[in-house]
């Protein structure tokens, strides 16, 4: 049986409801909806404030109940939740205690996906680089790769054209892996960070969220971990298939280490030198090898891993350099919501560096930031919601800061403040939401209001 079969032979009858009309709750109405199944769409958002589309599933029959989410979910079947609505919301606390059993868009994927070779990749931070390392290299071997997930691109679209022997490599956040009961054949975890608290409860429950990448795998199942972390060393012991490694410091019984300046497989085999790679900071090394030991486990030669490593030259909005004016360079790094990427993000250049902080806080712990910050910049602009809080920490240790509104006045601000020969990093540490549609959004705005100076 199709994929397409499959699901409408499991949901023949039944009722759907789709909470979220986002990238994710518009690519599944399209799939349902082209299936002939009864929808109810429902958004916390007004009508007027969602995209055109979402009037055209009401012309097909939906049922459209928008400005708040409809408690008409209670009577469906099965309910899809978007990642960005928490399962605390009250219309989602009680469809669950109703016993309706709740999707997302990549566990729905995950079930139907007819390719035999499926990566989920999570992790705290690189989770988006790593999964395209892997996708690159999975590429050199002529196969026809999707690549999607949280990095942007729901895939439940692509059910129907998918075969067997395509290869798909899925970036998974905790939000989605939350309500996962299966896992992907192969699964990856970068690293694992303070994140995402004020949606989870706590550590726990984040850790136990990304463990979901792997704790349903059954045999033949294999997970990628980080040798260099306590905490992801201490995964392995509930990994129900086989456990490969990575390591920026020392050598892996099975999967990817750095051998000096080389990077290796753990039989030795050399792939290719750290310089070799387009790839700024320690932290991508760390990413280069995680991908490669997944690619290692699915069978990518080492010759396609290598010039998959090499030739990537790096996504928006992670470390990226947008202009160099004046002799300053700079860098939009809008990617990094969390202190811990801003300290990856510092440690990856040796020029000073003027950074630009701050947005909405999740609750995260920061002190480890402010020292780093000492340490690597020579002065600070912050911004936004945090900006205080931010301001308050750097005064603390006597580093230079000036606290501004938002981004237009920060980018303003370091217009004036850095000298030639630094680094302007945007790598703000914290999410965008008091100011912005999201990371990227903030990103978009960070380069035009930079690309502006120059006129
Ligand atoms: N909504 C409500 N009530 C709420 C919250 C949201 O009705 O309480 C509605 C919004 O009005 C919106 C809709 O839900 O119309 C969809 O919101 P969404 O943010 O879940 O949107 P999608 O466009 O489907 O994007 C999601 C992921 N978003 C989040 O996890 C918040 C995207 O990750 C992902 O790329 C996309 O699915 C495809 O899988 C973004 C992200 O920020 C980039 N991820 C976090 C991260 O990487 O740190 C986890």
Redesign the pocket.
Not at 19 to 26: D, M, Q, S, V
Not at 42 to 45: I, L, P, T, V
């Given at each position: 049986m199709s994929a397409l079969q499959r699901i409408r032979a499991d949901f023949a009858g039944k009722r759907i409801a789709i909470?979220?009309?986002?990238?994710?709750?518009?690519a599944l109405a399209r799939l349902f909806s082209s299936l002939g199944f009864l929808l109810l769409l429902?958004?916390?958002?007004p009508l007027e404030?969602?995209p055109q589309e979402v009037r055209q599933f009401g012309d097909l029959g939906a049922q459209i109940k928008c400005g708040g989410?409809s408690l008409e979910a209670l009577k469906c079947d099965s309910c899809f939740v978007?990642?960005?609505?928490?399962l605390s919301?009250p219309v989602v606390a009680r469809v669950a205690t109703r016993g309706i059993e709740l999707w997302n868009?990549?566990r729905f994927f995950l079930r139907y996906c007819p390719a035999e070779t499926v990566i989920g990749v999570t992790g705290s931070s690189g989770?988006?680089t790593t999964a395209s390392l892997i996708a690159a290299a999975l590429r050199g071997t002529g196969r026809r790769v999707y690549l999607?997930?949280?990095?942007?691109?729901?895939l439940v679209g692509e059910l129907a054209h998918l075969q067997a022997e395509d290869a798909v490599v899925l970036e998974l956040?905790?939000?989605?892996l939350q309500l996962f009961k299966e896992s992907p054949k192969v699964a990856v975890i970068t690293n694992i960070a303070p994140?995402?608290l004020d949606r989870h409860a706590d550590m726990a429950e984040y850790i136990a969220a990304k463990a979901n990448v792997f704790r349903h795998q059954r045999e033949g199942g294999a997970v990628v971990l980080n040798a260099d972390q306590e905490v992801s060393r201490q995964l392995a012991a509930c990994a129900p298939g086989t456990v490969s490694w990575f390591s920026c410091f020392g050598s892996v019984p099975s999967g990817a280490w750095l051998k000096g300046d080389e990077l290796v497989l753990a039989d030795g085999t050399p792939l290719c030198r750290a310089s070799e790679l387009k790839l700024r900071g320690q932290h991508n090394l760390a990413n280069a090898l995680a991908a490669a030991a997944a690619c290692d486990l699915v069978g990518v030669p080492p010759e396609a891993i290598a010039r998959g490593l090499t030739s990537f030259t790096g996504l928006p909005h992670r470390l990226e350099l947008v202009e160099c004016i004046d002799g300053v360079s700079w860098y939009n790094d809008s990617i990094a919501?969390t202190p811990e990427r801003s300290i990856a993000a510092m440690h990856a250049f040796n020029e000073p560096i003027l950074l630009l902080a701050g947005g909405r806080d999740k609750h995260l712990p920061w002190e480890a930031w402010a020292e780093e910050a000492k340490e690597h910049a020579l002065g600070v602009v912050a911004f936004g919601e945090a900006g205080d809080m931010i301001a308050a920490l750097l005064r603390a240790r006597a580093v230079p800061v000036q606290r501004v509104r938002g981004l237009r006045d920060a980018v303003h601000l370091a217009r004036n403040l850095a000298p030639p020969g630094c680094v302007v990093l945007l790598s703000p540490g914290c999410a965008s939401y008091d100011e912005f549609r999201?990371?990227?959004d903030r990103g978009e705005a960070f380069r035009a209001l930079v690309r502006s100076l120059r006129t």
């Open positions: 909470l979220g009309l986002g990238r994710e709750g518009l429902s958004d916390d958002r404030e969602l989410l978007s990642p960005g609505i928490p919301h868009e990549p989770k988006s999607g997930g949280n990095i942007g691109r729901p956040s905790s939000f989605q994140n995402h919501t999201d990371f990227e």
